[in-house]
């Protein structure tokens, strides 16, 4: 009964056997390239040298324009996301004109999932709930980011041009961020060469394997805002809508006695708010931590009976890692886009230092 | 000598070994590294023919779950959940998945591998080993209290939505607003 499933197992092997060619061509084609190879290698490491302050102020240049272009334009297209082996196609719609920036996002495939975007805040719509968040903060992207930030963020990331390339039919520019340490993830992004406007983006884990794309597939400037969103958004009907409410959160500056003991270089704490979680007494603090391009967050909430599930270790939210675990009464979780040893040193170092905090 | 313990590896990953038979491979599991190495690589192979790997496969984890098993021991572990034996065709929930591997690490170090197979089919003989770690005579187990956890499911699915989203609106991002609102708009909580 045995044998038959290790000979299955055997058969198996041997169709892996395939394989074998390209390792004879590995073999055979590093025993006439490596004196070459080895003079073009020093060659190469020499140009390099030359070249990269170049190369680095180029893609400099690139991420410059990309922070900006969504200031100025407005387009329409439709992307597909995909993460995992799960594939959504979208639709947005962005403005900026006198009104400001507007921006509208809908799933085109599966339940209705939209979001609308003005001002700092958020209408999101899924499988018909809605819920209203406010941000009070300006938006931080690479926008703010001054020179000086910008070489902070390249202690930790180097950037490479990777060439031209076309995306939704348009001419775009490759820009490479890689992580030079295992805490973050790197980036690998399609640039419009007229607008600076990213039409691609993968998101690679540890290994360089793209955990997350963006592909646009269509893409159209607007000379104006479609009707549609000609009108800013009337926050005061949108809100009507939801039975919750928005949620009311407000920057902080202490820190509530909570710190964070131990994160990767290159990450500081950026942001504290309390959200007054809508309809009950709960608070929630939440602490934002990033290296400037990743970013981490920190929930602390306090156990009730309301929310009287526990998490404790690791899981996955989409293309984010949490760790979960309990310190006292509170349950802590941290949430990120980046490795879960991240999310596990934050998470493990996390400490109570208020009043009241045991010695 | 070797050629046989791989075929009987073979057959307790396929489900083919059961009681003594099960134990003594078992046994030399727990004693080889090699075989263990063995145990791993056929489960890549297996998943590879089954068009089932991960996007990303590392070669040495039972080696940094025992590492980190190790690590913890010399704390005083938080609560760990005990493993739940996964059906055919009824995915454990989301929530569970990495905390189950993680106990079923925890009482049965040398078959560690095992709980991280996240194909759909779990084979059989696997699932009676984790279902019964009790009865793995000789393996080391970890001084933890094991405390059932009673997930609230929809509640702590419905929480850590509400982290997401803030996450999202939160966090510093490449280009604007877009890649933060395709996340959520992208989101399955129910993968």
Not at chain 1, 205 to 221: A, C, H, S, W
Not at chain 2, 124 to 146: E, F
């Amino acid at each position: 009964m045995n044998t038959p499933k290790g000979l299955r197992m055997k058969a198996s092997l041997r169709e892996l056997g395939r394989a074998r060619p390209f390792f004879f061509f590995v073999r055979w084609s590093s025993r006439i390239a490596a004196y070459p190879l080895g003079v073009l290698v020093l060659l190469a490491a020499t140009l390099s040298h030359a070249r990269a302050s170049d190369a680095a102020a180029e893609v400099r240049q690139w991420l410059d324009k990309m922070s900006h272009s969504s200031q100025k334009i407005n387009f329409e297209g439709t992307f597909v996301y995909r993460r995992g082996d799960q594939v959504t196609a979208m639709k947005i719609v962005h403005v900026a004109d006198e009104n400001g920036e507007r921006e509208k996002l809908s799933s085109l495939n599966g339940p209705v999932r939209e979001i609308v975007r003005e001002k700092g805040v958020a209408r999101i719509t899924m499988d018909k709930k809605s819920v209203v968040v406010e941000k009070r903060s300006a938006s931080r992207s690479l926008v703010s980011k001054t020179p000086e930030q910008i070489d902070q963020i390249e202690k930790y990331y180097s950037f490479s041009s990777g060439g031209e390339s076309r995306a939704a039919s348009r001419p775009v520019r490759v820009v490479n961020i890689v992580p030079r340490d295992a805490y973050r993830y790197g980036y690998r992004v399609s640039l419009d060469q007229q607008t600076g406007t990213m039409l691609q983006s993968d998101l690679l884990n540890e290994e360089g394997v793209p955990i997350e794309q963006v592909m646009f597939i269509t893409f159209e400037l607007l000379e104006k805002a479609p009707p549609a969103m000609r009108e800013p958004a009337k926050h005061g009907e949108s809100a009507s809508m939801h039975p919750d409410g928005p949620q009311v959160s407000q920057p902080l500056t202490g820190g509530e006695g909570w710190k964070v003991g131990k994160m990767p270089g290159g990450f500081i704490l950026t942001e504290h708010y309390r959200h007054q979680v809508p309809h009950s007494q709960a608070i929630m603090n939440h602490m934002v931590l990033t290296d400037g391009l990743a970013s981490v967050s920190v929930f602390i909430e306090k156990n009730n009976a309301h929310h009287a599930s526990p998490f404790v270790g690791v899981s996955r939210m989409g293309v984010a890692n949490a760790y979960g675990t309990r310190i006292n009464d509170y349950q802590v979780t941290v949430v990120g886009e980046v490795p879960v040893a991240t999310v596990e040193m934050i998470g493990r170092s996390i400490k109570y230092q208020g009043p009241g905090a045991a010695k | 000598m070797t050629e046989k313990l791989n075929e009987k590896i073979s057959a307790l990953m396929d489900g083919g070994l059961a009681g003594h038979d099960a134990q003594d491979v078992i046994q030399n599991l727990k004693q080889s590294a090699e075989l263990r190495q063995c145990w791993e690589r056929y489960h890549l192979i297996g998943d590879a023919l089954r068009n089932n790997l991960p996007p990303v496969v590392r070669h040495d984890l039972a080696s940094r779950i025992s590492a980190a098993i190790e690590a913890d021991a010399s704390q005083s572990l938080p609560t760990v959940v005990p493993f739940v034996p996964r059906q055919k065709n009824k995915p454990a929930p989301f929530f569970l998945k990495p905390l189950s591997g993680l106990a079923i690490a925890a009482s049965v170090a040398a078959v560690a591998v095992v709980s991280f197979d996240r194909g759909g089919d779990v084979a059989p003989a696997v699932q009676t080993m984790a279902a019964a770690p009790a009865q793995m005579q000789g393996v080391d187990r970890l001084p933890v209290s094991v405390t059932p956890l009673v997930v609230d499911e929809a509640a702590a699915q419905s929480r850590l939505n509400d982290y997401l989203v803030n996450h999202s609106q939160y966090s510093t991002v490449m280009q604007g607003e877009m890649l933060p609102s395709a996340r959520i708009v992208g989101y399955n909580p129910n993968e």
